[in-house]
């Protein structure tokens, strides 16, 4: 028999785009995210992101909306790589962390994943802070993301129990494992950040860290081969240490402007939210957009927004708003709207948004030195 797994793979450290999102769901087991939206609904109105299909899938999600309606604790984890400048695609999963944090009184942990950015990224370790620090949780913070509740941690700068579990995680893994779900080029680097990502996911649930037993790891989807050998791990480790498989959660990549995946590497396919906000308007100005040949082929045929960046830009990030969203939609798709003047509204709540929220970064820098540890190398 051919595992499924060798057919489709995902590379979590690669540069592709992910197109078949429907294969997740067929080869690997994702749940589709609708089918838990209107349960979430009952107890608050869900994120945007959610409402518009962006998180798009979960695994055992149903975990977590006991544990709130129970009134039990539970706690999220996330991580951050922290090799450039954050961008709009990365803001994708702190507005979900503000969410639950804010709405569903989820414990925060966050993860600074430098020791996978200096294996896989090859930066200094002095960059890795400064943009760890300085773009990314300073950011964060200006978003909203509240300090209480809250573990910052650098992966190099833990406690020692965190690394404890990194080392009993490396007896029941195997390298065919470590291969089938990474692929051939797996190499000792990748490894130690596979294994480091599991502590990162599992060790909330150790009684020394709050003995959180229903964890939630909202991800992109190029994170779902982490997400599959930590359930693993928690299995192998459930007699041991008691450890459970965490839920997780699934979100679409936001496309860059330039039509190809957002990424650091190009900084014409981002708008980062250090951005001075003219600039950031000029981007969304030159953006690739799913119009027509010529305004005249618009107005009879109509826009394209499903493939069209700026689209995604209203609809992940500038228009919170349901029908405002739809007017847009339709309007475009109609002919009735052409593209510069949907840049033009895209672009003045770009502005706008960057405008105030760049006010709030000196203090959000400080307070990002105060709460968090920095590594002495
Ligand atoms: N690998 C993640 C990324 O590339 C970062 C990360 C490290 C992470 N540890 C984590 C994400 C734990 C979620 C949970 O962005
Ligand atoms: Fe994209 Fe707006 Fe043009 Fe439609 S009108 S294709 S949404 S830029």
Known sequence: MVLPIVEFRIDPWGAEVIREY?????YFGIRPFKEVLNELAKITEPHLLMRRGIVFGHRDFEKVLEAVKKGERFAIVTGLMPSGKMHFGHKMLIDQIIFYQQKLGARIFLTIADAEAYAVRRLSRKELVDY???????????LGLRTKDLTIYFQTNYRKEYYRLIQLFSRKVTMAEMTAAYGENIEPGKIIASLSQMADILH???EVFGGYKTVLVPVGADQDPHLRLTRDIADRFSAELGLERPASTYHRFI???DGGKMSSSRPESYVALTDPPEEAGRKIMRSLTGGRATAEEQRRLGGRPEVCPVYEMHAYHLIQDDRELEKIYTDCKSGRMLCGECKLIAKERLVKFLEEHQSKLDRAREVAREIVEVPEF
């Open 22 to 26: 429907d294969k997740l769901f067929k």
């Open 255 to 257: 496309t860059g402007l």
């Open 204 to 206: 909330p649930q150790l």
């Open 132 to 142: 760890a620090i300085n773009e990314f949780v300073a950011n964060y913070l200006a």
